[in-house]
């Protein structure tokens, strides 16, 4: 069974850390591209990074760009999101996804496979 499974989530106060993990089982994350995307309440589903399939090229949203850091570990089958200097506007659940190369990266629709997603809470 294919499968992306998040973890790491939990509640931090602002200016805390979290490390997310994206760990894969069923089929190799070689080759695809990973991006993490989280949802607030009501809100819509945004895009906060994306690592390439080789790990080469990474792209961040503007309201995480130099306290966000996404890398993977193909042997290890997971990609990872270090968040640091965390806001309450951060708070939202995190989801991982798949997909070949090609296209806009922060676009949902382009990805094949998504985790269910970890509730990441900051509040002092």
């Known amino acids: 069974q294919v499968q992306l499974v998040e973890s790491g989530g939990g509640l931090m106060q602002p200016g805390g850390s979290l490390r997310l993990s994206c760990a894969a089982s069923?089929?190799?994350?070689?080759?695809?591209?990973i991006g993490w995307f989280r949802q607030a309440t009501e809100k819509e589903r945004e895009g906060v990074s994306y690592?390439?399939?080789?790990?080469?090229?990474?792209y961040y949203a503007d309201f995480v760009r130099g306290r966000f850091i996404i890398s993977r570990d193909n042997a290890k089958n997971t990609v990872y999101l270090q968040m640091n200097s965390l806001k309450p506007e951060d708070t939202a659940v995190y989801y991982c996804?798949?997909?070949?190369?090609?296209?806009?990266?922060?676009?949902?629709?382009?990805?094949?496979?998504w985790g269910q997603g970890t509730q990441v809470t900051v509040s002092s």
């Open positions: 690592i390439s399939s080789s790990g080469g090229s990474t």
């Open positions: 996804a798949a997909r070949p190369p090609g296209g806009t990266w922060y676009d949902p629709r382009r990805y094949e496979y």
């Open positions: 069923g089929f190799s994350l070689n080759g695809n591209g």
